[in-house]
């Protein structure tokens, strides 16, 4: 029995550790991964099935989905500052699955490309809330070091993600990826919420009003830090995006790749993912910016080298050097995102939330009109690609360095 000098303490509930934190955050972020790239291996037979007489229209079930995650994050954004971080990511969740069902139903594209934008707008809570939780917790150079453990997690996602989606359509129905995803979503959402607290107390919250949400708005967008960043950021991702939205047309089509398709994807993506690796153990020592800059600069010269060899081999170069040099660019992209997110944050303080609802917002925003309009001129060539990389980034590149 404890006496009055001595008072018992009372109970609370101990924060997770760093390495399971790291792993909770890093599932819920690539909830939006596994929603994209397990679907790859199915466009072809979700195009037959929904007859769909344009092959390039399926593409539309990939880069659309960054439709409703821009207009997802917008809301979620001001109702994690208001409401709670946990209260955004478990009714986003919900949301998720009611878009799951809508789609695991569609019997038209119409039908389809609805269901999409609903599960991408639900799926907008965990990410933004996620991002918000990782900024409350930590800031500066030691939140980029997090974020690149995250993404180093988050990559084995879309490394497996078609293989998954493959093995799914090998026992069953493209209809059951979807299955999947309420079953996963499920899981997520009752491990966040037994294991995870709240990270935004009750007297730091955001009470929702429009003058306040109009004050706040004007204040991220007229900050020029993080407005070049954001900008920068969606620029370069539209060109990757057309790259995701294409890849199933590029290595089954153009070349001829066949069940392989899904071990090229992984190859990439563990690019991406040894990037963000190598990028959590410098970041401290050497900076974000240094390191962004570096990786800017490599975007642009693999890009080059891509562009260059679509020339000298008419539009397809071999297999063999198409994938190298897309390994050593995608390592750049490791390297830029995390980053560039931490720097863009990096001044927003209380208003994580909202502040990442813009920065993911206007990202996904730019990406896609950027994807639609590259993967428009993709038939039997990689050079809109190629070219699309070159100019999208090099435009990029101007805003991230105006940033400083």
Known sequence: MSSPEHPTPPLTKPDISLSEFVVLMAVMTSLVALSIDAMLPALHHIGQDLQITNSQDTHLIVSLFFIGMGFGQLYYGPVSDDKGRRYAILSGLIIFAIGSIICMLAESLTVMLVGRVIQAFGVSGPRIAALAVIRDKYEGEAMARVMSFIMMVFILVPMVAPSFGQAIMFWASW?????????IGLLVGIWFFIRQPETLPKEMRQSFNWSQLWQSSKFILSHKLVMFYTISTGLIFGAFLAYISASQ?????????????????????????????????LVMRLGMRTLCTWAMIGWLIFSTLLLISCWLYAGIPPMWLFVSVLFCAFFCIGVLFGNINAMAMQPLGNMAGLGAAIIGSLSSLFSVPIAVFIGGFLEQSVTPIALGFCVFGLISFVFYWKAE
């Open 175 to 183: 209809r059951h990826i979807f299955s999947s995803f309420l079953l």
């Open 249 to 281: 047309t590029i290595f089954q089509h153009i070349y001829d790749t066949g069940e392989l398709f899904p071990l090229y994807f992984a190859l990439l993506a563990f690019s991406i993912g040894f990037a963000s690796f190598i990028n959590g153990t």
